[in-house]
């Protein structure tokens, strides 16, 4: 298996829900996080966690935890950053980063295969999931290559949003169906957690 470090994405402020760390919200008898984890953990060879502020509230996930390098809250793309910086300095023969958004708990469990395979075939640096007409790019697969473009990107030019950076570059899409549930689903607002709820029910049911 060729290897990948994942890094749950978990450094965004949560306003809709009024601050805090959404991923601690419980989901069906769990955190999110514990459901985001159980997806990733077994697609990546090493597993991550970005988030700011006091990395202790951490410490029952036994990960590392990885601050943004760039003050302010600079969204997702720090954080893919933070994870590039990290892969230079741990491992650095890595050529791959996988990224989970901290708020969507049902990835598929084949993800991180069906996106090397179009990194492969395709000869791209990028690539992201679509489903249901839409795409989602903050769950990706990046080359660790790119983090002085992106770096420069976020510091001088003040790019935020994924789209306009990823635009750049040659990207390929992995389509994912949407039944019995988008994959990708992720908790926005806390009138999502009643339909993560009912997905929660329908994978806990696939599995028995």
Known sequence: MTETIGVILAGGLARRFGGGDKCFLPLSGRSILDWIIERARPQTTHLIINANGDPSRFRDYDLPVIADPVEGFQGPLAGILAAMDWASSHHPNIKWIVSFPADAPFIPP????????????????????????????????????????????????????????TARHHLAEVKFEIEPFDPFFNINKSGDLLR?????????ASSM
């Open 110 to 165: 084949e993800l991180v295969g069906r996106y090397l395979d179009a990194a492969e075939g395709q000869g791209v640096e990028l690539v992201c999931a679509s489903s249901g007409g839409w795409t989602h790019p903050v769950c990706g697969l990046w080359s660790p290559s790119l983090a002085g473009d992106l770096r420069h990107a976020l510091v001088e030019e003040k790019i935020k949003k994924i789209g306009l950076w």
């Open 196 to 204: 993560a709820e009912e997905i929660a029910r329908i994978v806990t």
